[in-house]
């Protein structure tokens, strides 16, 4: 049985190369402006989805999109996916009000996203 839930795929990141070109690309299909929009990073909300584009990767040096599902509990959750055969690829840490991000990969190697957001 889970120990935390997941409150579903609601963040998805997609690493591009250039930024201007992929933000119109986006603006054109999501039919929204970006709600955050910078040289480092343009995020879209469209649907209950938020879309982000990341320049090169970002730091975490992305080579292709990565799902992030939300949860209560980022720890608990990491926790029983690595005791389930997930490798920690990168720890949970606070990337700005409160919102902690950690990822890991399946066995297969496939990067999987998670993120808290502050209760």
Do not use: C
């Not at 930024?19 to 909300?45: C, I, N």
């Not at 920690?88 to 919102?99: F, Q, T």
């Amino acid at each position: 049985m889970s120990e935390s839930s997941t409150q579903g795929i609601r963040t998805v990141l997609h690493p591009v190369t250039d930024l201007a070109a992929a933000k119109a690309v986006y603006t054109a299909l999501l039919g929204v402006s970006p709600t955050a929009d910078s040289e480092y990073y343009v995020g879209f909300d469209a649907e209950g989805q938020h879309i982000g584009l990341v320049p090169a990767g970002g730091p975490q040096q992305m080579d292709s999109p990565v799902a992030y599902w939300h949860v209560p509990d980022i720890e608990a959750k990491l926790a029983e996916v690595t005791a389930a055969g997930a490798a920690l690829k990168e720890a949970a840490r606070d990337v700005g009000g409160g919102r902690l991000v950690a990822t890991f990969t399946d066995p297969d190697g496939n990067v999987l996203g998670l993120i808290q957001d502050k209760s």
